[in-house]
């Protein structure tokens, strides 16, 4: 028996090691090893933005009016409120894609329902929202829904940020139904029939098997796309919502000076580009770390 036990492992080992069937390497939050796991930094685009908006500053403190405050120190001036701006935006990103994370799956698992008439409707709304503009989305959240709700004696006022959160929402709803949607339908069907021959319930394979291995397959795109919606945030101040880009217009106009367009807008894209780039470095090694082999 012991002999047997020590050849199984054996076995084992050598068909982990040297099978050639699909496996998605385990997650690990520690440096990876090698050529997948390994972070390898990006082009130094940050320095770049740098150097441009120095560059920037230089020319416009040439070009303003003798007495008038550098450029730099304006920037600095005015960089609280715009901080208070772009952690709006923040916080619309983290609100609507939790909502649309949370509305998104549900709405792929619809997709592969053995329903068709739950299927046809997953999928057009899934279509309808994914292709759909962004800002079309949030104007008609702007335009349909009402400025304030009222449930019994309870007025519940709904602030133009939080329309703005819903349209984005809707987006980010149709682009992960999709996302659970193919991830599902990646893994292996004898997953499925292996689980069926244990007896277990459509509901359990998915749960319990199915799922998790999806949220390794899920996470690199889901991580790009939170990343795409925080630049989208932007899209909010056409629609009214003072978050970074209506206030940079604002203190544009409080200075009236042609010198400070374009390092302000260069700040703020240095902002941007700050909080988006890691997120984008991590989504490529993710995508390193889990791929199928």
Same mark, same amino acid.
């Given at each position: 028996?012991? +002999? ?59 070009? +303003? +009016? ?87 004696? $309870? ?67 889901? /991580? ?20 970074? /880009? $209506? ?35 991590? $989504? ?10």
């Amino acid at each position: 028996m012991g +002999a047997g036990h020590a050849h199984s492992r054996i076995l084992a080992g050598v068909i982990a090691n040297r099978s050639d069937l699909p496996v998605v390497l385990p997650f690990r939050l520690g440096a990876g090893t090698g050529a997948a796991g390994a972070w390898r930094p990006g082009p130094p685009h940050a320095v770049a933005l740098a150097i441009a908006l120095a560059v920037f500053v230089v020319v416009g403190d040439a070009q +303003a +009016a003798p007495g008038t405050p550098s450029i730099l120190t304006t920037l600095l001036k005015w960089t609280p409120l715009l901080a208070t701006g772009f952690l709006l935006n923040i916080a619309i990103s983290f609100i609507a894609m939790a909502a649309g994370t949370v509305a998104g799956t549900f709405l792929g698992l619809m997709q592969i329902s053995l329903l068709a008439p739950v299927r046809g409707v997953a999928w057009f709304f899934t279509q309808f929202f994914r292709n759909a503009p962004w800002l079309v989305l949030l104007f008609y959240c702007m335009l349909l829904l009402p400025f304030e709700l009222q449930i019994g004696g $309870t007025v519940i006022p709904l602030p133009a940020w939080m329309k703005a959160t819903a349209g984005l929402a809707l987006a980010v709803m149709a682009n992960v139904s999709e996302l659970v949607r193919g991830a599902v339908q990646s893994i292996p069907f004898g997953q499925w029939e292996a689980s069926e021959a244990l007896a277990f319930s459509r509901r359990q394979t998915l749960w319990m098997i199915i799922l998790p291995q999806c949220v390794k397959r899920m996470l690199p795109p889901w /991580m790009n796309l939170y990343a795409i919606l925080v630049v989208g945030t932007a899209l909010a101040s056409i629609v009214g919502v003072n978050e970074s /880009m $209506t206030l940079t217009g604002d203190i544009l106009a409080a200075e009236n000076r042609t010198e400070l367009l374009v390092p302000m807008y260069l700040y703020l894209l240095l902002w941007f580009f700050a909080y988006c780039y890691p997120i984008a470095r991590a $989504t490529v090694s993710l995508e390193r770390r889990f791929q199928v082999r």
